[in-house]
């Protein structure tokens, strides 16, 4: 049933087009259903498309969609989904294409392996398995999983004051942290213990490397002892190791028989 009117009320499973905008609805009841205006953008839900379809349940608040959207989901609820369904060990995704490629890029969820999978130029560059491992060129079998022929990750701060660094924080559960990182004001390398406050491993621009100082002065500077040597212990020597005492300046070295002073 087609009826043509102008500004007028519209009963249960009409098909109206409304002279006065140009508009056609089709509804069921006095609610919205199906509009379709002038420029042929059709609003499901709503007779004030935003976009080429607008499906709306429920307004979202006073903003408009965005000028270049195709379709826009709109809604007052907690929850606004797309859904896809489809039978076991199927994939489901969206394709990205252009003018020579039906897809160059998508993006797909693998129901017989449950991973979701990011692909660019046709190629898959990023998988996230069902476990939560996330490999980039890889199928992960760890947390993060990079494969590549230069597996290099570049972190770029963007500060240079004394407390600004770019680096990778390190921390076990209730464990002291330990941060790798470059020195923004200085430009050194730096392992660093969190829980202590203090520089393990220092490397200068230049070079010069300093266990337990922040300014080596020298290509090797170690504030402290130092033992070359087999054994675990700190004060128990083996055969064939040398120590370094700081505050004795004395070199041990040891032998089977016992330790020489140099």
Not at 91 to 112: C, K, S, V
């Amino acid at each position: 049933y087609r009826e043509s009117r102008a500004n007028t009320s519209v009963t249960s499973g009409q098909l109206i087009q409304n002279d006065g905008t140009g508009g056609i609805t089709i509804r069921s009841g006095t609610n919205p259903g199906i509009f379709v205006d002038s420029s042929n953008d059709v609003g499901i839900g709503t007779t004030d498309p935003d976009s080429t379809l607008h499906v709306q349940n429920g307004s979202a608040g006073t903003v408009d969609a965005y000028s270049n959207s195709i379709l826009v989901l709109e809604a007052s609820t907690d929850n606004n989904f797309i859904n896809m369904l489809s039978p076991d060990a199927k994939n489901q995704g969206i394709l990205f294409g252009d003018a020579t490629q039906n897809w160059n890029g998508q993006i797909q969820y693998n129901h017989n392996g449950n991973y979701m999978a990011f692909y660019t130029n046709q190629s898959e560059q990023i998988r996230i398995t069902s476990g939560g491992n996330v490999g980039i060129g890889a199928n992960p079998t760890s947390i993060l999983h990079i494969k590549s022929s230069q597996a290099i990750i570049q972190l770029d701060g963007t500060g240079t004051g004394a407390t600004d660094h770019a680096g990778l924080l390190l921390q076990n559960e209730g464990s002291n942290k330990w941060q790798v990182q470059n020195h923004a004001s200085n430009d050194r390398f730096q392992i660093y213990n969190y829980s202590q406050s203090n520089t393990g491993l220092s490397i200068l621009s230049g070079g010069n490397v300093g266990i337990g100082t922040d300014n080596p002065v020298k290509k090797l500077d170690v504030r402290g002892g130092i033992k070359l040597g087999n054994s675990g212990n700190g004060s128990i020597f083996s055969d064939g190791d040398i120590y370094f005492q700081h505050s004795g300046r004395q070199i041990f070295m040891y032998d089977g028989s016992g330790a020489y002073t140099l």
